[in-house]
């Protein structure tokens, strides 16, 4: 346990420290989000006009749960580029011939994308405070509407994590970012699931990002709904991504 502590401690130390002292690294991860948020809850609001749209605190504090979320996805995949870029620059490798426990190298690197994280999603919920978003939500509901930021980048970051020890090339980009990117945008974005119509509707019901997304929303509203099965959808998903990333490291040391 001490061993894989160290490698733990060194890899997300590193991963860190990179972040913030790097605004090639920091910035879109910000800015990504930023344009999200301005584009949705200020070039969209008067889709709270439709009569069958019922959510309390309005509009942007709507669309503010849906990109606080994206924020905490995208975090996660960003983590995955900086794998690649680690094996492609050849450090990646030293890592991994020093490092005594391995399996230190994924928790240091999700740990790392939980420390970016946490600036973006600062930045965010400011932004989203500035431009009039409005909180119903009590403390608890809030850390619930946090916790559930940490189960979606934990998640992500494990999926990048995996394909990118798979890949070993910052080439795996879209293959690490669509598959998020895609499911994120088949859930309930701009409208409550019970507006939207056709395909789309029917792929959201099934979409495990869609009851982490009203669970969200409900908690900043301050009328928790599916709190229990969106927790439980991101355990499955975690667990399943946790195995990825496992033997992804694992096609990674074969690969030597």
């Known amino acids: 346990m001490r061993r ?24 879109p991860s910000i800015i990504f989000p930023l344009f999200f ?42 983590t995955g580029f900086a794998v690649a870029r680690d094996f492609e620059s050849g450090f990646a490798r030293r890592l991994m011939l020093g490092a005594p426990r391995r399996s230190g190298i994924i928790a240091g690197y999700v740990i790392g994308a939980l420390g970016r994280w946490l600036v973006v999603g600062t930045v965010v919920t400011i932004a989203g405070l500035l431009a009039g978003m409005k909180i119903h939500g009590n403390a608890a509901e809030l850390l619930g509407l946090f916790c559930l930021g940490l189960g979606m980048n934990f998640t992500a970051a494990l999926w990048a994590i995996g394909i990118a020890m798979f890949l070993r090339t910052e080439q795996a980009g879209p293959l690490i970012q669509m598959p998020v990117f895609v499911a994120l945008f088949l859930a309930p974005v701009y409208v409550p699931i019970t507006l939207l119509t056709g395909w789309v509707h029917a792929v959201s019901q099934l979409n495990p990002v869609t009851p982490v997304i009203e669970s969200g929303r409900g908690l900043l509203a301050g009328s928790p709904v599916k709190v229990g099965l969106s927790f439980a959808v991101l355990a499955a998903v975690a667990a399943v991504m946790a195995l990825l990333s496992r033997r992804g490291l694992a096609s990674a040391e074969r690969a030597g």
């Open 37 to 78: 948020l301005v584009a949705f809850a200020g070039g969209l609001s008067r889709i709270s006009d439709l009569p069958n749209f019922h959510y309390g605190p309005g509009y942007t504090s709507f669309q503010f749960v849906f990109v606080f979320l994206q924020s905490a996805a995208f975090g996660g995949v960003f």
């Open 4 to 27: 894989f502590l160290s490698v733990t401690r060194g890899v997300a130390w590193r991963s860190i420290h990179n972040t913030l002292v790097s605004p090639a690294i920091i910035v």
